[in-house]
């Protein structure tokens, strides 16, 4: 698993199943931050094409940790 950390101001537990959307941005930053909202989207789809899992652990006025795992192929696993 490969983990980014901030200390933000992290994210409200109801928004942190939607940031995942398309499109989707945050009430504190939709006016205040210039964005698309198709970041966090693009990288899940992409990590997913690829067999893994991208998702995020946060508290408010803590930070964020954002994790993504990827299968290994075996083939690759040293015997
Ligand atoms: N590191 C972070 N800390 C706090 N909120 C975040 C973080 N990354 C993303 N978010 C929230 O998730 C929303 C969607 O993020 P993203 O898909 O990257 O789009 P964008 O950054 O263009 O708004 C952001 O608008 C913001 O509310
Ligand atoms: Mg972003």
């Known amino acids: 698993m490969t983990s980014v950390v901030d200390q933000g101001n992290g994210i409200d537990p ?15 930053h ?8 198709m970041g966090l989207s693009i990288a899940r789809t992409i990590v997913e094409a690829h067999g893994g899992s991208l998702s995020v652990i946060s508290e ?4 964020s940790v954002f994790s993504f795992t990827l299968p290994i192929d075996p083939q690759f696993i040293p015997s």
Do not use: A, S
Request: glycine letters at 18%.
């Open 14 to 28: 109801d928004e942190q199943h939607l940031i995942f959307d398309e499109l989707y941005r945050g009430k504190d």
């Open 30 to 37: 939709r006016q205040m931050v210039q964005g698309t909202g």
């Open 60 to 63: 408010r006025g803590c930070g």
